[in-house]
């Protein structure tokens, strides 16, 4: 079973705020400038499809702007993710981490990962449908081209679909007219260099262009006993954008990334990943505030060693939505899609799968409609069905209410179901022990399943201040578990579905704008997990903790400071409560970083990762890697 974890498992750069040519519609000092207030109501479009204050939003969303992206010095997607407060990040190597909302953090050693989260670039879905995971080293934006990213914690399988079960991640990067001109970034330090270029230009009035090039080397991280972890890597990638406006009402992209890659594995040949996707999106408004959109892409992923497996995994997705009025109280948003995806599997003698490739089949039809009651009621009733390869289809159904008491408060609460769909890891996989196979998927594995419920609300107590808070109770049914079966091995396993519990928390962050010069955030979160077998289960494996350790609280505090026009410090500090099985202790952390606009295109900084240990264990030291201390120093420059 171990050897399975190194097929499916899977740049620090400093100085990452780019200014854009003037046709910028909101620069990184414009949102300086913004009252918090101006900050709520920033658009979102992950809660109902639709574009929405995030001060309307009836969902526990955080969004992560550019601007705190730049002011953070980290430039990995999931260093920039540790920047929602609705989100657990753990780092468990040098390439390899591992991102949760609300738990289910997974257990390597027992084949169960981080399966509940939903990732979204641009509307292409990131997640790998042969585990349902995200491999994180095989992702990357450049930071300076993300407009923001929009984390929402809680089910969002009525418009995303499966697997949208505990949050979803939607990364939104800038129209190429808005990355104008050409960029420079450099940065050196004790565990990460790198290097990227873009430029950025117009071919007409009407079309818009930018390239991007980048490299990426990381150092070993440790091992808990301090020895090398001989976890190096590194990964090029380049890519491309075009934005094409054809009239004031039709806009189309064509947007394209390419990667390659090796990490280093202890005392086995190197781990390779390539990648490459293309994907377009159309979209076109009417008079009548009505939206037609259309995206197509093709992603292809593969990765494996010679001596432990390789996958190549291809994608192919159509999907289309229309939302319009239907009458003066009814917004409506419809649509659906289908995706093909052909796969194959290359094992070993040892872990195969039967067959060894498939082509999974996934189509979707969905509704949504936002109704208005009163002026300030707002019930919004939703349904996706979704025919899954494996278990058919699935009704995945949600019932919204949002009171806007005041044009200051927010009240909302939801009740939602969500699965996690079967996969190839859970049907088709075998692992033989010596000539007998010892281990077989289960050709009857059902889906997982969410039925959650969620109040919340979302408050300016004045222009300086405001306020989120979130509570939910998730009831799940189905989850995967190791079962004994009879068979010709002296020990018969295969997954089952009896596992069994409910999980229950809060989630509140507040801003508070201390002085025109000076920002503070803070956020706690809290997590109780009560998970059991169902009767008959053979409770075989580490116990209900295969499905996560994860802490029961943690918390944040952030402070960003202009000290002058030119000149600003930022610091983060977090908590992370300890993991209970196995035990973990409890760490506090601090990131900082130091930037200086030399003049209108240069920009020097100096960022500290985890400066207050010269190493942590985030995760289990059976399951990770020690996360050391870390300094960059970086240059940007603009022409």
Request: glycine share 10%; proline share 5%; no cysteine.
């Amino acid at each position: 079973m171990r050897r399975f974890s190194l097929v499916l498992r899977g740049f620090v750069a400093v100085g990452t705020l780019f200014w854009g040519g003037p046709s910028d519609a909101q620069t990184v000092r414009d949102i300086q400038e913004m009252s918090i207030g101006q900050l709520e109501g920033l658009d979102v479009t992950s809660v109902t499809k639709t574009r929405e204050d995030l001060s309307d939003a009836p969902a526990a969303i955080y969004v992560i702007t550019q601007e705190a992206i730049a002011r953070s010095g980290a430039v990995t997607l999931p260093e920039i993710l540790r920047l929602a407060p609705n989100l657990q990040v753990d780092q468990i190597s040098a390439s390899r981490y591992i991102i949760t909302a609300r738990g289910f953090s997974g257990n390597i050693n027992d084949q169960n990962f981080a399966n509940q989260l939903l990732v979204l670039i641009d509307g292409r879905s990131v997640y790998t449908p042969l585990y349902s995971g995200v491999y994180w080293d095989m992702q990357d934006v450049p930071p300076a081209d993300i407009e923001r990213i929009e984390v929402i914690s809680g089910p969002g399988a009525t418009l995303w679909g499966a697997n949208a079960v505990n949050g979803v991640i939607n990364i939104i990067t800038k129209k190429a007219s808005h990355t104008q001109g050409g960029l420079v970034e450099v940065s050196a330090g004790n565990l990460e260099q790198s290097a990227t270029l873009q430029y950025g230009g117009r071919l007409s009035d009407s079309l818009a262009y930018r390239f991007y090039m980048g490299d990426y080397w990381g150092a070993d991280t440790q091992l808990a006993s301090g020895q090398t972890a001989h976890d190096q890597w590194s990964r090029p990638q380049g890519g491309f954008r075009l934005d094409w406006t054809p009239s004031e009402v039709d806009n189309v992209t064509f947007q394209g990334d390419a990667y390659t890659g090796w990490e280093a594995q202890p005392g086995a040949p190197n781990e390779n990943i390539t990648g490459h996707n293309i994907q377009t999106a159309w979209s076109h408004a009417w008079s009548d505030g009505s939206v037609m959109q259309v995206l197509a892409y093709y992603d292809h992923t593969s990765r494996g060693t010679p001596d432990n497996g390789t996958y190549e995994l291809d994608q192919y997705d159509l999907e289309g939505q229309y939302s319009f009025a239907l009458g003066t109280d009814n917004k409506m948003v419809v649509g659906g899609g289908i995706r093909v995806s052909p796969y194959r599997i290359y094992g070993t003698d040892g872990l195969f799968f039967v067959p060894p490739s498939r082509t999974l089949d996934l189509g979707d039809v969905f509704a949504q409609d936002s109704i208005a009651l009163t002026p300030a009621l707002t019930a919004i009733l939703g349904l996706k069905l979704e025919a899954d390869p494996y278990s058919g289809v699935e009704p995945l159904p949600t019932a919204r209410l949002s009171w806007k008491a005041s044009d200051d408060l927010l009240l909302w609460a939801a009740v939602s179901r969500a699965i996690r769909s079967p996969t190839p890891f859970d049907v088709d996989v075998a692992e033989r022990v010596g000539s007998v196979v010892a281990l077989n998927g289960d050709r009857d594995f059902q889906s997982a399943d969410l039925t959650a419920y969620e109040i919340g609300t979302r408050m300016e107590l004045d222009p300086g201040i405001s306020f989120s808070l979130s509570a939910f109770y998730n009831d799940y049914s189905d989850l995967r578990s190791i079962e004994i079966v009879p068979g010709p091995a002296f020990l018969n396993l295969t997954w089952g579905n009896d596992l069994e519990g409910h999980t229950y928390g809060f989630e509140a962050w507040a801003d508070y704008q201390a002085a025109p010069w000076w920002h503070l955030s803070a956020s706690f979160d809290e997590l109780a997990e009560q998970f059991k077998f169902k009767p008959g289960a053979t409770a075989v494996g580490i116990g209900t903790s295969q499905l996560g350790d994860d802490p029961s609280r943690s918390a944040t505090l952030r402070s960003s400071m202009n000290l002058t026009g030119d000149l600003g410090i930022d610091a983060d500090l977090r908590y992370v409560g300890p993991l209970p099985d196995p035990h973990v202790p409890d760490y506090v952390e601090l990131n900082a970083n130091i930037w200086w606009n030399v003049s209108d295109t240069t920009r020097l900084s100096l960022s500290g990762f985890n400066l207050l240990h010269a190493h942590h264990q985030e995760f289990p030291s059976s399951e990770a890697d020690a996360v050391p201390r870390s300094f960059s120093v970086g240059l940007q420059w603009r022409f």
